[in-house]
Nanobody
Framework: QLQLVESGGGLVQPGGSLRLACAAS????????VGWFRQAPGKEREGVSC????????NYADPVKGRFTISRDNAKNTVYLQMNSLKPEDTGVYYC????????????????WGQGTQVTVSS
């Protein structure tokens, strides 16, 4: 019954925006860091962003710095990824994952993963 569910993906033109949501059910996200990852077809999954359990620490992969913003609303048990100025290379399946407290060094350290939501950036 413990799960993460991503939503908010879709088709958007270059330069457009989307807000992804990662909602937890069956447990509270209060003590968990949450990361966002993405995977293009035929490519390895890559880290996008992460936010600590307190929300006090965030990090971003270089390709998305200045364009994406990660945030959390513990009252809603949800973490968001605001994606602005989207580029075709942002296309892929976006996943969220959770691990206790601090953002881990790598994706292998995240213990719980969502099913993913498709983001397509195309004109």
């Amino acid at each position: 019954q413990l799960q993460l569910v991503e939503s908010g993906g879709g088709l958007v033109q270059p330069g457009g925006s989307l807000r992804l949501a990662c909602a937890a059910s069956g447990f509270s996200l209060d003590f968990y860091a949450v990361g966002w990852f993405r995977q293009a077809p035929g490519k390895e999954r890559e880290g996008v962003s992460c936010i600590s359990s307190s929300g006090g620490s965030t990090n971003y992969a270089d390709p998305v710095k200045g364009r994406f913003t990660i945030s959390r609303d513990n009252a809603k048990n949800t973490v968001y990824l605001q994606m602005n100025s989207l580029k075709p290379e942002d296309t892929g399946v976006y996943y969220c994952a959770a691990e206790l407290f601090s953002c881990p060094q790598g994706e292998a350290e995240f213990g719980l993963w969502g099913q993913g939501t498709q983001v397509t950036v195309s004109s």
